[in-house]
C-alpha cells in the first residue's frame, strides 16, 4: 500500500473514533407531555375500526343549519418515570384558553378489560356479509382498476388475500404518553373535570405543569403555536360530470390535507380517500409528526398545503346508495417541541434531560357529501349513521352484519384481518 494512502486510512480511521468518542450522551427525559390542539367544524366522522360514531347532536345541529363556530378541544397526557403512592398533577393553563385555572390531569384506574370491547368480535358479528368498494385519487373518474372490492364473507376462511386490499394509509402512528409506557400516566379530559374550550379560547401565553411524580414543567406558546384556524368547506356540490367538487380555506400553519368520504346501505360500504395511493378509508391519522407530514405530501398520499381543491368521482357517488355520504377533510398541522434543560455545548457534557414537551396541531371539519349543511332536509336525518331514532325496534334473534351494520358500528378493526 503506498505510504500516503495508508496515512489517509489511519487518518480517516482516527477522526471516526474521535468522533464516536465526543458523541453526548443523553439521558431522560425523566417526564414527557403531550399536548394534542384540535380545531372542529361541522362534525367529525370518526376512524374506523375505532368503535366510536359520529356525534348525533351535532349532525342534527348542522343538518338544521346551527352549526354555530368552530369547536377547540385539548387532550393532555403526562408520563413520567417517576411514581407515587398517589399520584397527582395539574396543568395550569394561560388565562385566555379560558377553560378555568386548573386542568387536573388523572391518573385513570385500570381495570380488565370487558367483552366487546374494541379488538374483540361479538358473537353475532363472526360472520359478517356484504361488501366494501374502495376507490382513491381525486378526479372527475375513478382511476382504472377501481374500485377494489372487498367480500365480508370471504374475510374469515381466506383472510390474506384481503389484507392488501384492505390496508389503509402507510403511516408511523405518533407515540403518545400512556398507562402502559410510563410509570405513572395522567389524563385530561377525564371522569373528573371535561371542560369545554370555548371557540375563542386560546393556548398563547405561559403554560406549567406540576404534579407530586413529574419534575415541574415550564413552557411559552406563542401566536405560531396556537390553535389550527377553523377549517371549512366553502365548496360540496354536485358537478356536471356526476361526482362532487370539494373545495375550502386554506388553514395558516397547515402543512397537509385529507379528505375522506364514507357511505353504506344495507349490503354495500363505500370508501374513498383523496390519496393518489390505494388506502381504505379507516384508520386514518389523528395527528402526524413532521417529518411524517412531509414524506406523505412527497408520496402523495396528502395533498400539499398550497391545495384548496379536490373532485370526488363519479363512480364513488354512483356506488353509494341513494348517493349519499359522509365526507371529512383534515388540516395537519406538524407540531411544537420543547425539551429542559438545553443541550449543553459541550458534547463532552452529559445531557440530561428533566422533561420533554410536544404540542400537535389538526384542524378538520365534516358534513353530507355533496350537500351544504343547511340545505339538508330535516326529515332524512334517521337515514344516516349516528342520527337518533323516535322508536325502538322489536326484539330480534342475532343475525350477520350487513355491510352497513360494520360501518355504523365501527368493528371493522376487529375483523380477522392481519395488518400488512
Known amino acids: ?110 381495570a380488565p378489560t370487558p367483552v366487546g370491547e374494541p379488538g374483540q368480535i361479538p358473537r353475532e358479528y363472526q360472520k359478517p356479509r356484504g361488501k366494501m368498494l374502495i376507490f382513491w385519487g381525486c378526479g372527475e373518474r375513478a382511476r382504472p382498476g377501481q374500485p377494489v372490492v372487498i367480500d365480508f364473507a370471504q374475510l374469515a376462511s381466506n383472510p390474506a388475500a384481503a389484507a392488501n386490499a384492505f390496508r389503509g394509509i402507510d403511516f408511523r402512528p405518533m407515540q403518545p404518553p400512556a398507562p402502559g409506557r410510563n410509570r405513572t400516566y395522567g389524563e385530561w379530559p377525564n371522569e373528573r373535570t371535561r371542560t369545554a374550550v370555548p371557540s375563542n379560547g386560546s393556548l398563547v401565553g405561559p403554560h406549567t405543569i406540576q404534579g407530586n411524580y413529574s419534575p415541574e414543567i415550564s413552557f411559552m406558546l406563542n401566536a405560531e403555536q396556537d390553535f389550527l384556524g ?33 357511505g353504506g346501505g344495507r349490503d354495500t360500504v363505500v370508501m374513498w380517500t383523496s390519496s393518489e395511493t390505494q388506502a381504505a378509508g379507516f384508520q386514518m391519522p389523528d395527528y402526524l409528526s413532521g417529518g411524517e407530514i412531509t414524506r406523505l405530501v412527497a408520496n402523495k398520499t396528502l395533498m400539499g398545503p398550497a391545495t384548496r381543491t379536490c373532485k370526488v368521482p363519479k363512480e364513488v357517488l354512483d356506488a353509494m346508495p341513494e348517493g349519499a355520504g359522509l365526507v371529512q377533510l383534515v388540516a395537519y398541522g406538524g407540531e411544537a417541541n420543547f425539551v429542559h434543560p438545553p443541550r449543553p455545548a459541550d ?55 350487513s355491510a352497513g351494520d360494520i360501518l355504523r358500528k365501527g368493528i371493522l378493526g376487529g375483523l380477522p384481518i392481519p395488518r400488512p
Open 1 to 110: 500500500m503506498r505510504p500516503g494512502l495508508k496515512l489517509a486510512l489511519v487518518a480517516g480511521v482516527a477522526a471516526i473514533a474521535s468522533t464516536a468518542t465526543a458523541q453526548q450522551k443523553v439521558t431522560g427525559p425523566v417526564a414527557v407531555y403531550w399536548m394534542s390542539a384540535q380545531t372542529q367544524t361541522g362534525f367529525g366522522m370518526p376512524a374506523m375500526g375505532g368503535g366510536g360514531q359520529p356525534d348525533a347532536g351535532a349532525m342534527m345541529r348542522m343538518m338544521m343549519g346551527g352549526g354555530g363556530g368552530a369547536n377547540k378541544s385539548l387532550t393532555l397526557q403526562l408520563g413520567s418515570s417517576q411514581t407515587a403512592a398517589a399520584p397527582q398533577a395539574e396543568h395550569l393553563p394561560p388565562s385566555v384558553l379560558q377553560a378555568g385555572p386548573s386542568l387536573p390531569l388523572l391518573t385513570p384506574k385500570t
Open 230 to 262: 377553523p377549517l371549512n368547506l366553502n365548496t360540496n356540490a354536485r358537478n356536471a360530470a356526476g361526482g362532487v367538487d370539494l373545495g375550502w380555506n386554506l388553514v395558516g400553519n397547515a402543512q397537509a390535507y385529507l379528505a375522506t368520504a364514507v
Open 347 to 401: 458534547p463532552k457534557v452529559t445531557w440530561n434531560q428533566q422533561w420533554a414537551v410536544k404540542v400537535r396541531y389538526r384542524s378538520a371539519t365534516g358534513g353530507m357529501l355533496g350537500m351544504a349543511m343547511p340545505q339538508m332536509p330535516g326529515g332524512r336525518a334517521a337515514n344516516y349513521p349516528g342520527a337518533p331514532s323516535g322508536q325502538q325496534p322489536p326484539a330480534q334473534p342475532p343475525k350477520p352484519p
